[in-house]
């Protein structure tokens, strides 16, 4: 065995394998709806608007398929120059799938492709901004137009947090402000990767670190727009990779959290990426022998609700979003995380 080869290699080829199988013209097939965060019943876009209508008159306005989100996970997940052909063709074909996520004229990205009524967000934004960056994607100056657009979200006086949508800066007060504390860590690792320095320290920046210091400090919840606790523990755990602050309280809420809740593949990868990212003291191969053994016959990992779309009870997941996250999983990067 390579110093590089880890006891799950067979299974991350198989992963590997089923999300190339899985490319089509598009890319990789999109994250499916559902109304409960197991998607024991996976619908299409036009079931789960009608779904919606009827059981809780909440109209969306357009049916949700083709999101992108799924796209933006994978190539922050993928390994950069990966020596697998058919990961090197899953780089390439996701590079090109976010690209149709784009704004033509602000530095934006939506979960939803261009000409569906949905607003542009900070947490895609910055999902394709890390991903892209990671791989080396992007250029210096688009990398700094799109860091300088997150932070470009204040409303009033108070300095607070980055939101989830810069459209809340056109709201009135009774409206609100829409924050969601995964998007946060999210944001905070896109602004904090190597770049043009001169934008940082910002207080956008500032008061978005406190905010999720303070839902580390809170209860074990998922937030306004992800299913489960560990997706916070995953973004957390990344973010605190790059940004200090966050590292000493992110790996006290990793170690003290406890596994007995991670009930589906997905939110044992994230407990794995969690635990690496901060070097906490938890059971990583323990946990990975659960991820192996929790793998399809046709390599795949089962699909389970990762983004909740707000109020809406709506759930987004699909086996290839799982395996994205499984497959990193059982990669470690870090070599104390072997």
Not at 68 to 83: H, K, V
Not at 126 to 145: E, F, V, Y
Not at 251 to 266: M, Y
Not at 275 to 280: I, P
Request: no cysteine; charged share 20%; net charge neutral.
């Amino acid at each position: 065995m390579s110093a590089d080869a880890t006891p799950w290699d067979a299974a991350v080829g198989r992963g590997l394998a089923f999300l190339h199988g899985s490319l089509g013209p598009g890319g990789l097939p999109s994250a499916r709806p559902g109304t409960d965060p197991e998607l024991r019943t996976p619908l299409t876009g036009a079931a789960a608007r009608r779904h919606l209508l009827v059981t809780h008159g909440v109209d969306l306005g357009f049916d949700p398929d083709h999101e992108g989100l799924s796209a933006m996970y994978g190539l922050a997940l993928l390994r950069p120059d990966a020596e697998r052909p058919e990961e090197r063709e899953l780089v390439a074909a996701l590079a090109g799938q976010i690209g149709r996520y784009g704004h033509a004229r602000r530095p934006r990205y939506s979960i939803f492709p261009a000409g569906v009524p949905f607003a542009g967000d900070t947490g895609s934004t910055a999902l394709a901004l890390s991903g892209l960056a990671r791989h080396g994607l992007i250029a210096p100056d688009r990398q700094d137009a799109l860091a300088r657009e997150l932070l470009d979200t204040q409303i009033g006086p108070d300095n607070g947090p980055v939101p989830a949508y810069w459209e809340d800066s056109d709201r009135t007060s009774s409206h609100g402000r829409r924050y969601d504390a995964v998007i946060a860590a999210d944001v905070l690792f896109a602004l904090h990767l190597p770049g043009p320095a001169s934008r940082l320290p910002h207080p956008a920046a500032e008061a978005t670190v406190r905010y999720v210091q303070q839902h580390l400090a809170g209860p074990r919840t998922g937030t306004r727009y992800y299913a489960s606790p560990e997706a916070f523990l995953h973004a957390a755990a990344r973010a605190s990779t790059l940004v200090p602050a966050l590292a000493a309280p992110t790996r006290r809420t990793v170690e003290h959290g406890t596994t007995q809740f991670a009930d589906t593949a997905l939110e044992l990868a994230l407990l794995v990426l969690a635990g690496e990212y901060t070097g906490a003291d938890a059971d990583l191969p323990g946990l990975r022998r659960r991820l192996v053994d929790a793998q399809l016959p046709d390599g795949s990992w089962p699909a389970a609700g990762h983004l909740r779309f707000g109020q809406a009870p709506l759930y987004f997941g699909s086996p290839h979003l799982t395996t994205l996250f499984a497959v990193r999983a059982l990669r470690p990067e870090t070599p104390s995380a072997r």
